[in-house]
């Protein structure tokens, strides 16, 4: 399992727009690099991300060689009601992990 | 008389500019970067530094070698025993007659206490592991050097800091005491204060020890680098931080 920095505030209002952060540690290993023997490193990225509110999609992304290593992704969603937020993404070896935040969202709207 | 006295108050400043940086002016690399990259480092859920922090955390509780035994059992928590030590390094090393680098009493306490095989300087581990020690004294000033054993290796660091080396004959103090603060390409030329070590560097896409940042400078006047772990490292080491004295310590810094 890669380390990971999931950034989910754990109370918001009632439509409130929140910031999501997460920052995975991943080597992002492009696929055009040789190693000391002069072979080709195989590609090793993070080719798609995506985000559940609740079960219902409200984010992805899909990812390219270009993107750092421990890329960094950051997007904002409405929070309409208390539950789980959950960022899964795959990389090339077939690894897909998942990371869960609650979020508990308060009754009065926002003004 | 006027178009010459303010031509001498632009020599004044001129000097002033180049000379070494006083006590009141002196500037962590974090003040020379951009506010995308100081807010990079400013905040933990974003600093990718802090994914090695964590497995460091990690390695420190982890019990290893022959003797079977973490970090923990003998210091406990770091956050107390450790708190303030990354400020006094490198320290003085009774056994070895000179300063050793807080890498290499890392290094030191596993091999000694651990009886675990040593870590390859430069490793993940062994950054880790030092991210986290010296994590634990973020925001206290840095004290190393207060040890009157240390003056001579001090005195040989100053030596190396202002020798001029490799084909482009150039010193340390030729970029960072008489220029910082001007470009050099497209990057602003820092004061060399070493308080963020080690720093997650957005150039390499990982985390890096002051002595890979200080190899990377060598190369760039083409000079041969000092190898890991050598004095001429640890001296310079010690003088960079001695001189860097007061500024709070950053691990882990991001820098560009």
């Given at each position: 399992m890669a380390r990971t920095l999931i950034n989910v505030p754990a109370t918001a209002k009632r439509g409130e727009v929140v910031e999501i952060k997460a920052l995975i540690s991943h080597p992002m290993e492009t696929g055009f690099r040789t190693g000391s023997d002069g072979a080709l490193i195989p590609r090793d990225i993070i080719h798609r991300f995506a985000c559940t509110y609740n079960g219902e999609e409200v984010f992805s992304a899909d990812l390219f060689p270009a993107i750092t290593a421990n890329p960094f992704i950051t997007f904002t969603t409405v929070a309409e009601e208390s539950g789980e937020i959950a960022l899964s993404w795959t990389d090339d070896q077939g690894n897909t992990q998942t990371e869960t935040a609650k979020i508990t969202v308060g009754q009065d709207p926002v003004e | 008389m006027t178009v010459r006295r303010s031509s001498l108050a632009a020599a004044v400043i001129l000097l002033a500019g180049t000379a070494l940086a006083s006590d009141t002016d002196r500037r962590s690399g974090f003040d020379f970067m951009g506010p995308q990259t100081q807010a990079m480092q400013a905040d933990d859920t974003a600093n990718p530094g802090m994914l090695s922090v964590l497995d460091g955390e990690d390695l420190w509780n982890t019990p290893a070698g022959a003797?079977?035994?973490?970090?923990a059992d003998c210091h406990g928590d770091a956050a107390t025993s450790m708190r303030g030590v990354a400020t006094r390094y490198p320290s003085y090393d009774e056994k070895a007659k000179a300063p050793i680098t807080l890498d290499q009493r890392i290094l030191q306490c596993r091999a000694d206490r651990q009886e675990a095989p040593p870590l390859a300087w430069e490793s993940p581990d062994l950054l880790a592991l030092s991210a986290y020690v010296a994590h634990q004294s973020r925001g206290l000033p840095v004290e190393t050097?207060?040890?009157?054993?240390?003056t001579p290796f001090i005195d040989q660091g100053r030596e190396l800091f202002t020798q001029r080396q490799g084909q482009l004959d150039f010193s340390c103090a030729d970029c960072h005491d008489a220029n910082w603060g001007k470009r050099l390409g497209g990057a602003v030329i820092p004061q060399a204060h070493p308080t963020g070590y080690p720093i997650y560097r957005l150039e390499w896409q990982a985390m890096g020890s002051l002595q890979r940042r200080l190899r990377n400078c060598m190369a760039g006047v083409r000079a041969e680098p000092y190898g890991f772990g050598s004095p001429e490292h640890t001296e310079l080491e010690l003088f960079l931080m001695t001189r860097a004295r007061g500024l709070p310590l950053e691990t882990p810094g991001v820098r560009p």
């Open positions: - | 003797a079977n035994r973490s970090c050097g207060a040890d009157p054993q240390l």
